[in-house]
């Protein structure tokens, strides 16, 4: 299990969206590089970073800010964004990315993913974006008449790494994980299930580890982190704890 922060990039600039509405964006700093440093500095593992602008004009624009946050870690980086080519996948694999998500393309192109996570194993996620169960589009812009279950149901067999399953509704609001209903989309699958929308606090945390979710491969935090009201060493710490557990567990078994 990850715990991911999370650096959403408009204009050059790390932001926060209330619920997806580039019209309603906090902005929380002007280098997001020095910001992804200093979640590396605290000890997060892996990186979440989206490029707001890329998403909603279908094409990497934050381009810049990506690459200078890329040079700055030696954390992995998770990306997504405006990627809707095999060429916007290879160019941002080639130049450190670990892996890239997918959303909008899923829904209009799924064969592009399942030939990208077959060509870059591992390397490649897919961003499921939902409003009430329905998949959302171009940066949450557009509905689309899929269910969650439905698109993740696509690419059970197609080599995807993970799915980042995010509750628009709760998306830079702090009301908490949807964990029930991420949990249900997780033992649809056998791809790894990411928990992402309105992480609020360490209590979202403290459920996140609880048994009955060891299905998900972790969540991703963003205003909650800005905010501070979330603690990252003492959410690291039993992100860590619960880890540990389960691998002996494992081990014994």
């Not at 008449?145 to 197609?158: M, N, P, S, Y």
């Not at 929308?197 to 909650?224: C, F, H, T, W």
């Not at 860590?240 to 014994?252: F, I, P, V, Y």
Request: glycine residues 10%; hydrophobic residues 45%; negative net charge.
């Amino acid at each position: 299990m990850i715990l991911f922060p999370a650096i959403d990039l408009k204009d050059g600039q790390c932001v926060r969206l209330r619920q997806g509405q580039m019209s309603e964006a906090t902005v929380f700093g002007d280098d997001p590089s020095a910001q992804a440093a200093a979640f590396q500095r605290l000890g997060f593992e892996y990186l979440h970073v989206v490029d707001l602008n890329g998403a909603f004009e279908g094409e990497p624009v934050n381009a810049d800010a990506v690459r200078k946050i890329l040079s700055e870690l030696s954390i992995p980086v998770q990306l997504g964004g405006g990627i809707r080519n095999l060429g916007h996948i290879e160019n941002w694999l080639n130049e450190g990315v670990a892996r890239v998500i997918l959303g909008t393309v899923a829904v209009r192109n799924p064969d592009l993913v399942r030939s990208a996570a077959k060509e870059f194993p591992g390397q490649v996620a897919v961003g499921i974006d939902a409003r009430d169960g329905i998949v959302a589009i171009e940066g949450w812009a557009q509905t689309s008449e899929l269910t969650a279950v439905d698109l993740a149901k696509r690419f059970e067999d197609a080599g995807v790494a993970a799915i980042i399953y995010t509750d628009i509704a709760r998306d830079g609001v702090l009301t908490g994980l949807n964990l029930s209903a991420t949990a249900a989309l997780a033992q649809e699958v056998s791809i790894s299930v990411i928990a992402s929308g309105g992480l609020a606090n360490i209590e979202d945390i403290k459920k996140l580890v609880q048994p009955e979710y060891s299905m998900l491969g972790g969540a991703i935090a963003g205003r909650a982190l800005y905010d501070g009201q979330l603690d990252p060493q003492e959410a690291l710490m039993l992100v860590a704890t619960a880890n540990r557990e389960r691998q002996l567990a494992k081990d014994s078994s």
